[in-house]
């Protein structure tokens, strides 16, 4: 996997995320209408493209390298969260502070990363890419909904074991991996239903970050110089980092090339909603996961190019 031809695949993403942004521009696609179509995403798409992932043949080999996988994003994750805080710690503002800590560690891995290994790898990379995702959700739902919080209102560890739980692409991992451990077929007309949904995750995902990209004030954009900090630890170092830890467990072939293009995202756009439902300015959020989407045309085909190597 070259950079010219991971470059030319970012790039059709790109396209599919402009489309959404000029969608935005005309009013087609409203406040509302964004909502229902990230829901759509969330609770019918992706889960579908999960399980399509999994139905295949059992394989000691790729349960190995599931595994591998899991363990090496856990530990991605861990070194992740030292190096936010160690590199933000003195960053007085709350919201700033906090909004760059969560950049650093989490990834647009579903809306942005599952659609990218779909294309780049097709269903392997799928495959590939659900340890990273699974873990994803673990962390979110814990240590990244609670760096939102004031230690007067951190989650109580029943909500967040019920908002891991109750995941929806946490609940299609659990039935992908019955399907793949007991080498289950789907029915064909469920099969072809399963296929027809998961294919518009890509085109349906990369529009939904276009359309959230079209609300952005541009002349503030590049206002902040605490956003470059945090871009360059998003975008370069947490990916390189990956790569090595991924490399020196034995992680190989597209199980690593998904797991690092996962890991290689920009930062996720969950930053903007846990701000939000802090009741907390979204505004520096909203510039950290944009200007970081939009460098990513050019470091994520360059992390796919070395994970290559």
Known sequence: MGFVT?????????????????????GFIHEQTSKDLTAILLYIVSPCLIIKAFEQPFSVHQLTQLSLAF???????????????LAFHR???????????????????G??????????????????????????????????????KSEKNQSSRRYM?????????????VIGLIVFLASFKLPTILQSGVNYISGINTPLSMMVIGNSIASIKWRELFS?????????LRNIVMPFLTLLILAVIGLH??????????AACPVAGIVVLFTLLNDGDPAFAVKLMSLSTLFSIVSLPLMIAIAAL
């Not at 269903?123 to 673990?138: D, I, M, R, T």
């Not at 074991?161 to 299609?172: D, E, H, K, M, Y």
């Not at 199980?255 to 996962?262: C, D, E, G, I």
């Open 161 to 173: 074991v019920r908002s891991v739980l109750t995941n929806p692409n946490i609940i299609a991992i």
């Open 111 to 148: 809306f942005m990363g599952i659609p990218l290994t779909n294309a780049l790898f097709g269903s392997a990379g799928v495959f590939y890419s659900v340890p990273y995702l699974a873990v994803f959700n673990l962390f979110n739902w814990t240590h990244g909904i609670n760096l939102f």
């Open 253 to 262: 072939g597209t199980a690593l090339l998904a797991t690092a293009t996962m």
């Open 6 to 26: 991971s470059l030319n695949q970012v790039s059709l993403m790109f396209l599919l995320m402009a489309v959404g942004f000029l969608a935005n521009r005309v």
């Open 71 to 85: 363990v090496g994003t856990v530990l991605s994750y861990l070194v992740a969260i030292i190096v936010g805080r």
């Open 224 to 232: 902040d110089h605490l956003i470059w900090p945090g871009i360059l």
């Open 91 to 109: 960053v007085k503002n709350t919201e700033q502070r906090t909004a760059l800590q969560f950049g650093t560690v989490y990834s647009n891995a």
